[in-house]
């Protein structure tokens, strides 16, 4: 995780214009302020210069000049975060907007990294795995080809078709995986980018894989009904039950935190109507590793002259990480004292750095404000994913950590990773990448038409 140098821009920072100035000023301002969404459609003047006059409009005296630079700000998105920095040679009215323009964009930007992917394709006979790697470009979902073939051969890459626009992620590939007689395996572990971070192409005959019958699709995520069961009491009769195993699923690079199901949002109706009683109550967390989880739903038994559930809704609680911090540490060398970068609610300490023959180890400490969201309460599954690596300072090398000791301390007491290097590590610098908010997803879903066993 590395942190972005705090930066003050001055330019932005200017005081508000003397009283004899002030309505020629609140004039321009208000115009820079009109003008934001015309210019972002053309080609923007300097966006640091564009942000300083807006900031300059949170002091004006006209209350509508004021409000109109804090919209056009917003308007700009979170591209404006960097120049927008509190400093107290402004008035205490812009350094408050500028605190809740920032607040506003960070939200939105967390809440837009952890939304669903949409794709638009224009796809005419073109092989898969063409297909694949512009759902890839356009999605960030990486996938792999593991289907097998006869030595010396290629996987089969068949043509394919789709035309669409603004498709979620998960309809565009069920569609291309059914057209191309392939299949998505969620169980991977691949060495090529980590546990659970890529989807896997496999042949259509590989257990486990998903299949396109029964499925439900809300944003980034995935639900599957993949096994009904009856069961029965032999000594006690009329006891007994049903039991439906579903799959949710997610987009790989989303990395959630934490799953949940709230049974007491469940309900499902069987084909003639009636009403199937759950067995399951209250909740229960899910296993988020990987890409897939598993949930069993606990039903009734239904009535032999019910040949199918015609409607099973569920809701499940996501917690997944949003926005990404990094951080930056320049102009390394050996050291006890601490030094401290923060950026947005993040707070990253480089404890100490020692160098022990041909290995260096450097210790890192994170810290979490309260619009983290809870981050450091959710250990497992994120802290240890964080990447964190030496760049040498041309940028044309990158030294991956060797070895570590506790990953997850890093949010405790601060966690040590070891580089070996050839050269001294004045050479480099490091680079510290963290999640700095948790979103909240509330994930709904429908499944229709589920055959009774």
């Avoid at 080609?43 to 942000?51: F, S």
């Avoid at 996987?155 to 007689?181: F, I, K």
């Avoid at 619009?371 to 690596?389: K, Q």
């Avoid at 044309?396 to 990953?407: N, R």
Wanted: net charge negative; hydrophobic share 40%; glycine share 6%.
């Amino acid at each position: 995780m590395l942190g972005m140098l705090l930066m003050t821009v001055t330019i932005a920072l200017g005081q508000p214009p003397a009283d004899a100035d002030r309505a020629a000023a609140d004039e321009a301002v208000a115009a820079d302020a009109a003008a934001v969404s015309e210019q972002a459609a053309a080609a923007q003047p300097d966006l640091e210069t564009q942000v300083a006059r807006l900031v300059r409009a949170l002091g004006a005296d006209k209350l509508r000049t004021r409000n109109e630079a804090e919209a056009a700000l917003l308007e700009l998105g979170p591209a404006a975060i960097p120049f927008l920095v509190p400093n107290p040679l402004q008035t205490e009215e812009q350094r408050r907007r500028i605190r809740r323009v920032v607040d506003r964009l960070r939200r939105d930007q967390a809440v837009s990294a952890t939304s669903g992917s949409k794709v638009t394709l224009q796809l005419e006979g073109v092989k898969l795995s063409v297909a694949l790697e512009q759902l890839e470009q356009q999605s960030g979902n990486k996938i792999l080809d593991r289907r097998t073939a006869p030595e010396g051969e290629l996987p089969s890459d068949p043509n394919v078709q789709l035309v669409a626009e603004e498709m979620p992620y998960w309809e565009a590939l069920d569609q291309l995986v059914q057209q191309a007689g392939v299949a998505i395996y969620p169980y991977a572990v691949d060495d090529e980018t980590g546990p659970g971070e890529s989807l896997v192409l496999v042949d259509a005959s590989t257990p486990g894989t998903f299949a396109q019958r029964h499925v439900a699709y809300d944003g980034a995520f995935r639900v599957e009904a993949v096994w009904i069961r009856t069961r029965s009491n032999l000594q006690r009769e009329g006891q007994g039950g049903l039991q439906l195993e579903l799959r949710p699923a997610w987009e790989p690079r989303l990395r959630p935190v934490s799953l949940q199901a709230d049974f007491s949002q469940f309900a499902a109706v069987l084909s003639n109507g009636e009403p199937l009683a759950l067995e399951s109550t209250g909740t229960r967390s899910l296993d988020a590793f990987g890409i897939s989880s598993q949930l069993m739903v606990h039903l009734a038994l239904p009535p032999r002259a019910a040949t199918a559930i015609q409607s099973i809704r569920g809701k499940l609680t996501a917690v997944v990480p949003g926005r990404t911090e990094t951080f930056r540490f320049e102009q390394l060398r050996q050291r006890d004292e601490e030094v401290s970068q923060q950026a947005g609610d993040v707070t990253v300490f480089l404890q100490r750095i020692v160098k022990n023959q041909e290995t260096w180890e450097i210790r890192l400490r994170a810290q979490f404000g309260d619009d983290a969201g809870g981050l450091e309460s959710h250990l497992e599954g994120w802290v240890a994913g964080n990447e964190v690596y030496l760049e040498s300072l041309n940028g044309q090398e990158k030294v991956e950590v060797a070895a570590d000791d506790d990953p997850d301390a890093v949010v405790t007491s601060g966690a040590g990773f070891i580089f070996v290097l050839d050269r001294d590590i004045s050479e480099y610098r490091l680079i510290y990448k963290t999640p700095a908010a948790l979103v909240k997803h509330e994930v709904t879903f429908e499944l229709t038409d589920i055959p009774l066993p």
